[in-house]
């Protein structure tokens, strides 16, 4: 970034100027002294803006920044862009860092443990002061569905394997993993549920997904083979909010059609008040921290992508629009 200088912008989040910090104090180590970086809604002069980092910015605020070049999701999801139907037609590179894959392994090979060893009946014994054997299934007699076999997924499976569970995992395209049964497609999705006894969903937000972790889902998760100690299947989300329907769940616990959930995303954010699943004894809920990187490392990307950008270098993880993630 020598000699020229280069104007950024970070907007939409609220952690902007956190990020924006992260960016100022990175910069020097990415070969260069010409930055001017700017804060939205602080945008001065819109002409000089060719990059900019984004998490849910306004509606048709990037638009309005003619030379863009390059738009980098401060998350490893994207929907928050797209579905800005003003966004400009430049490339939009989403973030894949290993500070953001590790942490999400971590939730998962956490949210599926929990399940696993009843902790959430555990919790509530131990607020009634009640000591009382429940029996559990060894990792090794559960079967972990994995919905989304991508940089998550295929992460997640990782740490999962370590423990010993069966592991299934289900993708658009067909995915080879180690240790992983996997299927494709909404032709192999019941299969692929059937043989599932927690199903942990890292899939993107996307037209195709949206709703997907619906009742009728919920009810082709095993019920037979499973093994006794399991007292029924589980869910836990930690993709995006849009991808589940909040009423099934609920009624799908309530009808004994599902034992447990994590959810760490929500249809509506922050999850409001009112909604019932903060009161469900068995169900757990996490502020969308799955996987919250530090700004660290997340200006540290963006820098990357600019450099690489500027030296004509090709970009990574560059979103496909028509697949929606
Ligand atoms: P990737 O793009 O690497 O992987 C996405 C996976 O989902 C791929 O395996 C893809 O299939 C699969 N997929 C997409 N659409 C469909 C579909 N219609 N049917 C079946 N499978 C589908 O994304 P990441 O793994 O990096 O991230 C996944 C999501 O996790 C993000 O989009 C975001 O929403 C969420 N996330 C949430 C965080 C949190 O804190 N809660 C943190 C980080 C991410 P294929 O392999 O065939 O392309
Ligand atoms: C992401 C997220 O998509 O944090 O990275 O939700």
Redo the contacts with the bound molecule.
Sequence with gaps: MKGREVAVLVIGSKRAPEFAAAVREQHPQFGGGDLDLRVWPDAGRVEDIRYALAWGPPPGALKSLPNLELIVSV???VDHLLKDPDLPNVPVAR?VDPD?TGRMAEYIGLHVLLHQRRMTEFLEQQSKQEWKYQPEPAAHEVRVGIMGLGVMGAASAKVLAAFGYKLRGWSRTRRSLPAVTTFAGGAELDAFLQETDILACVLPLTPETSGILDRDLIRKLSRSGRHERMPGPVLINAGRGGLQVESDILAALDAGELYAASLDVFETEPLPHESPLWRHPRVVITP?NA??STSRSIARYFLRQIRAHQLGESLTNVVDRTRGY
Aim: a negative charge.
């Design positions: 998350g490893a999801g973030y953001l969308h996987a919250e």
